[in-house]
């Protein structure tokens, strides 16, 4: 079984428990400079796919133009609700010199360079989060503008296409913007393969039409690929996962799962912990997509098998 999309570097300690773990094969997302070298760390265990992404939410500590001053950066990339001009002073004030994005891609080239079986993620667009404070634990005033977050995101796409690796994509409220921002690279990189993971997807599911038309029609195909991937806890609304709400769950996930051609899905944990609870939820989403199927739970396993042999194939080179 293969996890598509998980974070175990999140939690640190964890990390140790991977080798013992049910799940055969788990794509290990990057979000930022800190977690990159963390995942680097793990890249060849043999259940890990290391994964080299910038993720959404720390977009605005980086920038890709030169020349600025932290506070002209800032209030560049800060959207609002902006709070006021005091608040985003003392913002400022606390916060560490912004990075050069450049710095950040060669960490992910040197990644990608080293580790043929690793791919890019975590990347993306996330419209509504809220930039945390210094200790990271208040919500400040302040979003990241959908302008920077795009031109983030580019950068992240056109490494997909040179390296021919798959990008694990988040997308929060901007499902319109995101499949703009993957359609403008194939436009730059015509006749170019490429191999989207659109990880807990969370837009309307007939919106998926638009993401499929990219890989063209069966007379006529792309070498655009795009891949679904649902887990439990994000796909299904963080329903509890006590007690009786296994078929509160089915009846969320069903709808989308329909909309998913059954070559094209993916389960995914979106979990923070190596472990256990990890296994727990793949079982979980497995167990879901089987009934939303209606086929046994050995038959979505022997499906979901081969579209992660198809996702990974790039390995085989
Ligand atoms: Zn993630």
């Known amino acids: 079984m293969f996890d598509a999309h998980c974070h175990p570097t999140d939690t640190p300690d964890t990390l140790d428990l991977i080798p013992s ?3 055969d094969l788990l794509a290990c997302m990057s979000t930022n400079f800190q977690d990159i070298e ?5 890249a060849d265990w043999p259940k890990v796919v290391p994964c080299f992404g910038y993720h959404p939410w720390f977009t605005w500590k980086v920038y890709t133009e030169e020349g600025l001053e932290a506070k002209e950066h800032y209030s560049r990339v800060l959207a609002g609700p902006r709070g006021s001009e005091e608040e985003l002073q003392g913002f400022v004030a606390s ?10 891609l060669d960490l992910m080239r040197q990644g990608l360079e080293k580790y043929p079986n690793g791919m890019i993620g975590e990347a993306g667009l996330d419209k509504p989060f809220r930039v945390k404070d210094k200790e990271g634990d208040k919500l400040t ?3 990241v503008s959908l302008d920077h977050q795009r031109t983030i995101l580019g950068l992240q796409l056109q490494l997909a296409v040179d390296y021919g690796r798959p990008i694990s994509l988040h997308g929060v409220q901007c499902h319109g913007a995101l499949l703009e921002c993957v359609t403008e690279i194939l436009k730059k990189n015509p006749g170019k393969p490429l191999t989207v993971c659109l990880h807990s997807y969370s837009g309307p599911p007939d919106f998926l039409v638009g993401w499929f038309k990219l890989e063209g029609s069966k007379k006529k195909p792309t070498k655009v690929r795009v891949f679904v991937s649902v887990s439990s806890v994000i796909t299904c609304g963080h329903i509890d996962r006590e007690g009786d709400r296994f078929d509160q769950k089915l009846e969320k996930i069903s709808p989308l799962l ?11 944990s979106d979990y923070y912990k190596a472990g256990p609870v990890m296994d727990d939820l793949m079982q979980e989403v497995l167990d879901l997509v ?4 209606g086929v046994s739970k050995a038959g ?3 499906m979901l098998d081969k579209n992660s042999r198809e996702f990974l194939d790039y390995r085989r080179e």
Do not use: W
């Open 21 to 23: 773990m049910k799940t």
């Open 38 to 42: 963390r995942v680097e760390s793990i």
């Open 95 to 104: 916060q560490e010199q912004p990075m050069p994005f450049s710095n950040y």
């Open 141 to 143: 005033p302040f979003r």
């Open 258 to 268: 329909a909309k998913i051609p059954d070559d094209r899905l993916l389960i995914e």
């Open 290 to 293: 089987a009934h939303a199927k």
């Open 300 to 302: 979505a396993l022997e």
